[in-house]
């Protein structure tokens, strides 16, 4: 039974990994499209220049800052 038990409790922890990841990706892809969308002013007052940003949406969606990952 314990056994069972295991194996059950690490197909879920990997599920919820994966759906985690998926949602992570999801969140960067939007905050990356945000960030792609803002004005030249309000680039200018988060602290970013163009170049910055635009380096920023070269990046792959894997391409994450390192706090993020788990």
Known sequence: MFALSRAFSTHHA???????????????????RALSQLDP??????????????????RTLWDVPPNWRR
């Open 41 to 58: 002013h309000l680039r200018r007052d988060i602290g970013l220049s163009d170049w910055e940003i635009e380096t920023e949406l070269r």
């Open 14 to 32: 990997r599920r919820v990994s994966l759906l985690t990841r998926m949602a992570d990706a999801e969140a960067m892809s939007r905050q990356r």
